[in-house]
């Protein structure tokens, strides 16, 4: 039995005649949390009081980047390609300062305010990526999006060690 199932065998046993849950689910936490450190990317700005990525284990986790111009704070919104560009630009500046790229994201979520921009969106967004290597996506057309965005995409990835 590895040491992390022993754990969670032990404290199963000892919630019933021992320590407090509140015991047994610390106990839990410190010793996950020596196995899956948990990191903060921040080199892009953000919106609110969020991470632009947490790296847990061998995954990054992105949350989800608009088209806004890094270095004037403004959306590049003069069509949904150029939105598009802007954004996945800004995922891959993410990307790169964890020490991945686009070959390491194996989950996207492309959010659209119009589904009908989607065959765009999807002729850039295919370019970013090394054929055949496509993460899996979801796409959605949604109300709003912040800034009165058009796209928004945001991306898991894992690197192995």
């Known amino acids: ?24 689910r610390r106990m839990v936490r410190e010793e996950m949390g ?23 284990g061998n995954f990054l986790f992105v949350s989800g980047q608009i088209g ?11 069509s949904i390609e150029t939105e598009t560009r802007q954004a996945l630009d800004n995922l891959d500046r993410i990307l790169r300062a964890a020490g991945y790229d686009s070959s390491d994201v194996v989950s996207a979520t492309v959010y659209l305010k119009n589904m009908n921009d989607y065959p765009k969106m999807n002729l850039i967004y295919g370019g970013y990526f090394e054929e055949n290597n496509y993460p899996a996506r979801v796409a959605v057309e949604v ?14 990835a894992w690197k192995g060690q």
């Not at 806004?68 to 003069?78: A, F, K, P």
């Not at 109300?143 to 898991?156: D, F, G, T, Y």
Request: hydrophobic share 40%; proline share 7%; glycine share 6%.
């Open 1 to 24: 039995m590895s040491g992390k199932l022993s754990i969670l065998f032990a404290a199963t046993i000892f919630v019933g005649c021992g320590p407090r849950e509140e015991d047994v």
């Open 34 to 56: 020596k196995t899956m450190q948990r990191q903060v990317i921040s080199p892009v700005q953000v919106m609110g009081p969020y991470s632009p990525a947490v790296k847990v």
């Open 143 to 156: 109300s709003n999006l912040p800034k009165q965005a058009n796209v928004e995409i945001a991306l898991v």
């Open 68 to 78: 806004l111009d890094q270095e004037t704070g403004q959306l590049r919104n003069e």
